[in-house]
């Protein structure tokens, strides 16, 4: 069946620094993916992404390109903020009507 | 532009009480519906899906059960809680455009059972 793996947490970061968290996917057919920010306390919120290969979806300097060859989806900041401390879940979607597929989520802490 | 909505945003309950958590949703038609549950610090679990009024599909055999007695609200209930049940709960909405089906989350309901 479908899933998706991300790197387990949590990450702790400087401020300013470079963030990656890795996503990698198993579908079975040309699935959409997405990558949601979870702050404390509250629901997810799509952050980004990107519906097929070679598509980069971006969003507040967050990016991640749709990598086929790679089956990856990964998240990256150039320099991130105390305020991006949250938890972020990758997820796909098979086109048709079936609920995403969610990773376990990656918790990102960054201090200033 | 659409809206989703739940409530209550906390509640505490007893073991053994019964339990109902509602979702609605504003400003869209016929929208696939999700309930999830997220115990502390751990990921996301599917509880229910729907995508239509009556439709329900259960993910995980548990003491919950789902209704949708309209489009656009869906409610999560149970008879009787465990403490296992505990949580925090998110309802989401989804309508298909193109190949992309993503979500919307509501703000969540925190569950706590004593």
């Known amino acids: 069946g479908n899933s998706v793996t991300q790197m387990e947490g949590p990450v702790t970061l400087s401020e300013e620094a470079f963030l990656t968290i890795n996503c990698t996917y198993t579908?079975?057919?040309?699935?959409?993916l997405f990558w949601y920010v979870q702050y404390p306390g509250e629901g997810l919120q799509l952050l980004l992404k990107a519906t097929k290969a070679d598509d980069k979806g971006s969003n507040k300097g967050f990016e991640a390109t749709y990598r086929k060859e790679t089956t990856s989806f990964h998240l990256e900041k150039g320099s991130v903020q105390v305020s991006d401390s949250a938890v972020y879940f990758c997820?796909?979607?098979?086109?048709?009507?079936?609920?995403?597929?969610f990773g376990k989520g990656t918790r990102l802490s960054v201090i200033a | 532009s659409q809206t989703i909505h739940q409530w209550p945003a906390t509640l505490v309950q007893p073991v053994g009480s019964p339990l109902s958590l509602e979702c609605t949703v504003e400003?869209?038609?016929?929208?696939?519906l999700y309930w999830y549950r997220q115990a502390a610090g751990r990921g996301l679990q599917l509880l229910f899906y729907s995508v239509g009024i009556g439709q329900i599909s259960s993910e995980v055999p548990q003491n919950l059960s789902a209704s949708r007695p309209q489009d656009r609200q869906f409610i999560l209930s149970s008879k009787k809680l465990l403490l296992s049940d505990s949580g925090f709960y998110l309802c989401a909405w989804s309508v298909g455009t193109d190949s992309s089906y993503e979500q919307y989350f509501g703000p969540g309901t925190r569950l706590t059972v004593t």
């Open positions: 997820a796909l979607s098979e086109p048709g009507n079936t609920p995403l597929v």
């Open positions: 579908a079975t057919g040309y699935p959409s």
């Open positions: 400003g869209t038609s016929n929208p696939n």
